[in-house]
């Protein structure tokens, strides 16, 4: 029997009803590249294809060899000829992402600092029925430019010397010459009836403009939350948890004494780190949450940092699951991003419901989130830029600490193991999923076709090993082979970095008391119409 596969695109590509191109607007190191590409990254995450285009690496490909300032004087005729050709070169490209390639938004990342070079996009757009928004980066301190320049400008490859004085010299001059013709969006008058928002002093304050929809709002939203001040994002586990040792998956199991280790050895690692107002994250399952107790310091409890939800296969072990749920097994190795366990949620709904998370993260300063596997992967999808199929590979260690620090245009990253001992909970991806010839096809689960079985029991999240309820399978087990292939983390503008930490285990704590049994009336209905 043939099987059709069923494939969606990503549940927000549904928020865009048009292609949308976002122009950003201003003279040289404001941040525009910097928040090009941070707001690409944001977009990829969520599910809307997104991709840059910068002017910069048009011209530097027509000009080979870049001289001096003179280049950007406006009154060099053959130069103004090659940038506007450059910018008709990127805008036939913009037109092939979105037309041809799937694409949903373009960014293009250029000074746009005349109304000629406006309305010439404005132009184009309106000739391929395309939205336009956009994004003008205004700042009048000068410390903030000089940092930006050092920063960045100095390793660009319009300066291979990377001579600091000269660079400085250089580039202040270049800013000089687009000063002369730069025209600010007007939104009195002459640009009234455009959307747009002007981001003023790295975001001090803001100036919003028509916004037309969804996506234009949620743009807005995620400008108004990211910073640029110096902070560290530091990520890891619970400790191992019983669960982790017999191998099953979800639940709201302890911590085993190894877990409790590790729980005091990240407390003198936190202390290491002489932190100032550090905030801690936890999810408000029990794991977690003894984590964090060990720390000895104010924590936060997020349910939306809880596991993702395996539904009528929580608290099975992979094994009990291939066994019960041969289809869903295979199911799940087919397409691990978009699959929903019956009853629960794919890593698809959990990166929807992880998105007020990013967003507190891009406004803080330090933050210790104490997580789960799946919600680490996801977070750290974000940070480095990781696409939706190797999202759900990502190795997330137990007992390892990976430390994000934001740089100009990517993430350090800095990984410490705490050196306690823990299970592998880490799934390789099957062979099968990465071979040439095409995968059987399968009707598959996801966020837009929930249903692939007939064993739909939705179950309430179960907090004992003893609870969880059996249920017939009802499909064919479908075999895929094995193999050691997973996603690691890679350097893409991303340095990575691993420590080990050597700490004495301390003596295994006392056992924490079982909270309040946590059943709800509506959870005892559930369970006894599922039974």
Same mark, same amino acid.
């Given at each position: 029997m043939s099987v059709r596969l069923c494939v969606f695109p990503a549940w927000a590509s549904y928020?865009?009803?048009?292609?949308?191109?976002?122009?950003?607007?201003?003279?040289?190191?404001?941040?525009? %590249?910097?928040?090009?590409?941070?707001?690409?990254?944001?977009?990829?995450?969520?599910?809307?294809?997104?991709?840059?285009?910068?002017?910069?690496v048009y011209r530097r490909d027509a000009v080979k060899a870049y001289k001096s300032y003179d280049f950007f004087r406006h009154d060099n005729e053959e130069a103004m000829k090659i940038r506007k050709q450059c910018a008709l070169v990127a805008l036939q490209d913009v037109k092939s992402y979105l037309n041809e390639e799937g694409g949903q938004i373009a960014v293009f990342d250029a000074t746009n600092t005349t109304r000629e070079r406006r309305d010439l996009i404005l132009s184009f757009a309106k000739e391929n029925a395309y939205k336009v928004f956009f994004v003008e980066s205004v700042c009048d301190d000068p410390d903030v430019i000089a940092a930006n320049i050092l920063e960045v400008k100095v390793s660009s490859p319009d300066y291979p010397e990377r001579h600091r004085e000269r660079?400085?010299?250089?580039?202040?001059?270049?800013?000089?010459?687009?000063?002369?013709?730069? =025209?600010?969006?007007?939104?009195?008058?002459y640009d009234k009836d455009l959307s747009f928002i002007k981001v003023i002093n790295v975001g001090r304050r803001f100036l919003?403009?028509?916004?037309?929809?969804?996506?234009?709002?949620?743009?807005?939203?995620?400008?108004?939350?990211?910073?640029?001040?110096?902070?560290?994002?530091?990520?890891?586990?619970?400790?191992?948890?019983?669960?982790?040792? =017999?191998?099953?998956?979800?639940?709201?199991?302890?911590l085993s004494a190894r877990g409790k280790q590790f729980a005091h050895a990240l407390q003198e690692f936190i202390g290491e780190q002489k932190l100032s107002d550090l905030k801690v994250w936890t999810s408000q399952l029990r794991r977690t949450i003894q984590t964090a107790e060990e720390l000895g310091v104010p924590y936060e409890q997020w349910k939306?940092?809880?596991?993702?939800?395996?539904?009528?296969?929580?608290?099975? %072990?992979?094994?009990?699951?291939?066994?019960?749920?041969?289809?869903?097994?295979?199911?799940?190795?087919?397409?691990?991003?978009?699959?929903?366990?019956?009853?629960?949620?794919?890593?698809q709904d959990l990166v929807q419901r992880l998105e007020p998370v990013i967003m507190e993260l891009e406004r803080q300063g330090n933050v210790l989130v104490i997580c789960h596997q799946a919600v680490m992967r996801c977070l750290l999808a974000y940070f480095l830029d990781k696409s939706a199929d190797d999202l759900p590979y990502l190795?997330?260690?137990?007992?390892?600490?990976?430390?994000?620090?934001?740089?100009?245009?990517?993430?350090?990253?800095?990984?410490?193991?705490?050196?306690?001992?823990?299970?592998?909970?880490?799934?390789?991806?099957?062979?099968?999923?990465?071979?040439?010839?095409?995968?059987p096809l399968l009707l598959r689960r996801n966020s837009y076709t929930p249903l692939a079985s007939h064993d739909q029991v939705k179950r309430p999240r179960l907090y004992s090993a003893g609870n969880w309820l059996p249920l017939a399978p009802s499909l064919k087990a479908l075999q895929f082979p094995e193999g050691p292939e997973g996603a690691v983390l890679q350097q893409s503008q991303v340095s990575v970095s691993t420590v080990s930490i050597n700490h004495q285990s301390p003596p295994t704590p006392p056992q924490v008391t079982n909270p309040a049994d946590p059943w709800s009336l509506t959870d005892l209905l559930i369970c006894v119409r599922s039974i």
């Open positions: 928020m865009t009803n048009s292609p949308t191109v976002i122009v950003m607007i201003g003279l040289p190191a404001r941040g525009k %590249t910097y928040m090009s590409k941070k707001l690409t990254r944001y977009l990829n995450w969520i599910g809307v294809p997104t991709k840059v285009f910068n002017l910069g660079v400085m010299d250089d580039f202040l001059k270049r800013i000089e010459c687009y000063e002369v013709t730069y =025209q600010p969006l007007d939104p009195d008058e919003v403009n028509r916004v037309q929809d969804y996506i234009q709002s949620k743009i807005v939203y995620y400008l108004m939350n990211i910073h640029v001040h110096s902070r560290s994002i530091y990520l890891c586990r619970h400790g191992e948890s019983d669960h982790n040792m =017999q191998g099953r998956i979800g639940g709201d199991a302890e939306i940092l809880n596991e993702i939800d395996a539904g009528v296969c929580e608290e099975m %072990t992979y094994e009990m699951i291939q066994d019960s749920y041969p289809e869903e097994f295979a199911l799940r190795d087919q397409d691990k991003y978009h699959y929903r366990y019956p009853g629960g949620e794919s890593y190795k997330c260690p137990l007992h390892t600490v990976l430390k994000l620090t934001p740089v100009a245009y990517g993430c350090k990253v800095e990984m410490f193991y705490l050196n306690v001992e823990a299970v592998n909970t880490h799934r390789d991806r099957p062979i099968g999923q990465i071979r040439k010839d095409p995968a």
